[in-house]
């Protein structure tokens, strides 16, 4: 957009946005992927780039939940102030007037008294825009927009972004079955890297539900991006989508599979659960190589080689019964697991502390809206530590 080859060589601002306490855990996932310069805001960090990094992004960030780019920023000190910045830019230039719209985001400016207005005044700027050039307006459509304007306020501060992915990058197009509290795709990635798993230590799941942190550790362990099976990105939509170039980055992806590193063992005492877990990983060639098997966690197969559990137990249930699973767990890790690390992710402080065993790591997290803590515990044959956690 703007300018030569429709802005393909010119460097974005783009920003990945990501859940609360796991921005240095995507800053991570980025220097893997070989970005040197990522700067870390408050839910998002931030990068430079071009267009395939944007496209590569969106198909291999784990951990992000959105990437905008940046059209422009800057300071208001009155709402006109915003309208008219907004006016300015030429939204012809980034989509055409059959597409539908939306502009989001998130406002924390005293300037505005309602916190609505600020999208309706770049939702009037960009049909002024259309009409003015068209003498048509685009159609705005709030649940899935084809494009989505990404509108940022911090005081007098202001940010307009195109979001290049549109709906939610968690929505990875492969969990067609899921339980009742079924772990955020996004938050499942995330955790699986901060946890530290080698990605050859035995993955074990022994309250796996739908199976989404199986999956996501196999994706990353095979090299699979997490949104191969995905097919909605709002940049396709954009007037400067570049078709050969997103066919090669994809193409490009399928060829660095590798085979799984290891074991994925996955147990639910739900039938039906199991049920979804499998319906879930036929989606993937490495599917039927996950083992999943219907019984409580205490009764998972014993095996003397280093175990790496991560796991959301049930959650939320009357106190007593958090009380009472939470430390079963905690002897069953004590007394039936040789060696190995368990990672565990629980809104349950209770439960957490009927496990009775002393946490290396204490993570801070939500799972949705529900404030969650992540504890690793590491595990070894006669060096228990009964310490509270
Ligand atoms: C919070 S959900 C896990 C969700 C899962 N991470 C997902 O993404 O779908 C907890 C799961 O534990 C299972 N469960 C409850 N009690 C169990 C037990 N004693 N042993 C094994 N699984 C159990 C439930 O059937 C449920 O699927």
Same mark, same amino acid.
């Given at each position: 957009m703007n300018g030569n080859k429709n802005g393909f060589d010119k460097e974005l601002t783009i920003t990945l946005k990501c859940f609360f306490g796991f921005e240095e855990t995507l800053k991570e996932e980025l220097v893997e992927y070989g970005y040197k310069e990522v700067e870390i805001l408050n839910r998002a960090v931030q990068i430079k780039g071009k267009w395939k990094d944007v496209y590569f992004l969106n198909l291999h960030s784990r951990c992000s939940i959105a990437i905008l780019v940046e059209i422009t920023s800057f300071r208001i000190k009155s709402e006109n102030d915003l309208f008219n910045r907004a006016s300015k830019i030429k939204w012809s230039e980034y989509f055409d007037v059959k597409k539908t719209f939306a502009v989001k985001g998130a406002i924390y400016s005293d300037l505005f008294t309602n916190t609505h207005y600020p999208y309706l005044l770049v939702k009037d700027a960009i049909v002024d825009h259309f009409r003015d050039l068209t003498g048509d307006r685009p159609d705005i459509e709030i649940k899935r927009p084809q494009v989505l304007i990404d509108l940022y306020i911090s005081n007098t501060e202001v940010t307009i972004s195109v979001n290049t992915s549109g709906n939610p990058l968690f929505q990875r197009g492969y969990r067609n079955a899921s339980g009742e509290a079924p772990i955020n795709e996004v938050v499942a990635a995330s955790l699986i890297r901060m946890s530290g798993w080698d990605r050859k230590t035995t993955l074990l799941d022994p309250f796996c539900g739908s199976g989404t942190l199986l999956i996501e550790g196999a994706l990353l362990a095979s090299g699979i991006p997490s949104n191969i099976e995905r097919q909605h990105y709002a940049f396709k939509n954009f007037k400067n989508f570049d078709q050969k170039l997103w066919d090669e980055i994809y193409d490009n992806a399928t060829r660095i599979v590798r085979e799984l590193p290891c074991r994925f063992i996955g147990s639910d005492i739900s039938d039906e659960m199991v049920l979804k877990s499998r319906r879930?990983? /036929?989606?993937?060639?490495?599917?039927?190589?996950?083992?999943?098997?219907?019984?409580?966690?205490? &009764? #998972?197969?014993?095996?003397?080689?280093?175990?790496?559990? +991560?796991?959301?137990?049930?959650?939320?249930? /009357?106190?007593?019964?958090? &009380?009472?699973?939470?430390?079963? +767990? %905690?002897?069953?890790?004590? @007394? &039936?697991?040789?060696?190995?690390?368990?990672?565990?992710?629980?809104?349950?402080? &209770?439960?957490?502390?009927? +496990?009775?065993?002393? @946490?290396?790591?204490? #993570?801070?997290?939500?799972?949705?809206?529900?404030?969650?803590?992540? /504890?690793?515990?590491?595990?070894?044959? %006669?060096?228990?530590?009964?310490?509270?956690?």
């Open positions: 879930n990983l /036929r989606e993937f060639s490495f599917g039927r190589f996950i083992e999943i098997s219907g019984k409580p966690f205490n &009764e #998972v197969e014993k095996t003397d080689e280093p175990l790496f559990i +991560i796991s959301n137990p049930p959650y939320g249930q /009357r106190l007593e019964l958090d &009380e009472e699973l939470y430390s079963e +767990i %905690g002897t069953w890790l004590k @007394h &039936e697991i040789k060696e190995g690390t368990a990672c565990i992710i629980s809104s349950s402080e &209770e439960g957490f502390k009927s +496990i009775g065993l002393k @946490h290396s790591k204490k #993570v801070k997290v939500y799972n949705g809206n529900l404030d969650c803590s992540f /504890r690793s515990y590491e595990l070894f044959e %006669g060096k228990r530590r009964d310490t509270i956690s």
